[in-house]
């Protein structure tokens, strides 16, 4: 015979707090419903909670906790009690709220919810979503999430860098078709503005024509380049202000270049990147619904 006491601890995790409700199978409550915060301290406390009812029960007893599958906001408790060895189950937030209109709950509250879930836990009529197995997966959804703000953040930087380019050397793609590439950013950063090109001599910039390019750009095309910058219209009054934005947005540029290259060598190849999109992608669906565009 089973003498086996549950104990069913349902959490409602919000941003800063979680609120608690523990209750028999019966479904009584077993201590007043409380809130956590989320630090150690407090997870102490709610361990001494549960060892304190635990010690009032004839027999062995074992504890359940169950949340709801919030993302980033459940994610570290819910590491922390599977990594205590406690059980943890996981529901779809549409799970709860279908389950809170099947016991006629019109409100929705946090203290109401954490006793959904702790009722859940006890009924087990909703289907759990499956454990996380494997919390390396929040690791690569969080590497390629972050590598794609950077590439976003980088394609605003260098719009903004033509803006720049066309406003004091204008039709400036005509002599350098990839205004972003590496021949053209050293030029820009050396001297910004097509005054500064002329006030160099053409040995000197062809110089830092021909080794940023290694020796692709021609002579002929470095003399093109220069003698553009001699002959177009330009506004002398903004060089000094543009050229500050210009460095600045250079130096902006090849930093957003390197954080992407770091992320980029914790992947092993391309091909693996995209299994990694690919697994997250099917991992996030399968515990919130839903996933976010890449």
Not at 40 to 66: C, M, P, Q, W
Not at 163 to 182: A, E, L
Not at 278 to 286: D, G, I, K, Q
Request: hydrophobic share 35%.
């Amino acid at each position: 015979m089973n003498n086996t006491t549950m104990l069913y601890v349902g959490i409602d995790i919000s941003k800063d707090k979680s609120d608690i409700c523990i209750k028999d199978v019966k479904g009584n409550d077993l201590i007043q419903q409380f809130k956590i915060t989320n630090n150690k301290a407090d997870l102490g406390h709610l361990y001494e909670i549960i060892e304190r009812i635990k010690s009032k029960t004839s027999g062995n007893s074992d504890v359940v906790f169950g949340m709801e599958a919030t993302g980033i906001y459940s994610l570290p408790l819910y590491s922390a009690l599977t990594r205590d060895g406690h059980k943890v189950k996981l529901f779809n937030p549409i799970q709860t709220n279908g389950f809170r209109k099947m016991n006629i709950r019109k409100t929705k509250t946090d203290p109401i919810d954490s006793a959904i879930i702790a009722d859940m836990l006890r009924f087990s009529e909703a289907p759990e979503v499956n454990p996380i197995k494997d919390l390396n997966l929040y690791q690569l959804r969080e590497l390629v999430r972050i590598r794609d703000r950077l590439i976003d953040k980088q394609t605003v930087c260098k719009v903004q860098l033509v803006r720049n380019i066309d406003t004091v050397w204008p039709d400036y793609s005509s002599v350098m078709k990839r205004n972003t590439g590496t021949t053209s950013i050293a030029i820009l950063k050396k001297y910004s503005v097509p005054s500064k090109v002329r006030a160099e001599s053409f040995e000197k910039f062809y110089e830092l024509v021909k080794m940023k390019s290694r020796s692709k750009i021609s002579r002929t095309k470095a003399e093109e380049i220069y003698a553009h910058a001699g002959n177009i219209l330009t506004i002398p009054e903004l060089d000094s202000i543009i050229s500050v934005e210009i460095k600045t947005l250079i130096t902006e540029l090849e930093l957003y270049v390197e954080q992407i290259q770091s992320i980029e060598k914790k992947n092993r190849s391309n091909d693996e990147t995209d299994r990694f999109k690919n697994n997250v992608n099917t991992w996030y669906w399968r515990y919130f619904g839903a996933h976010d565009s890449w």
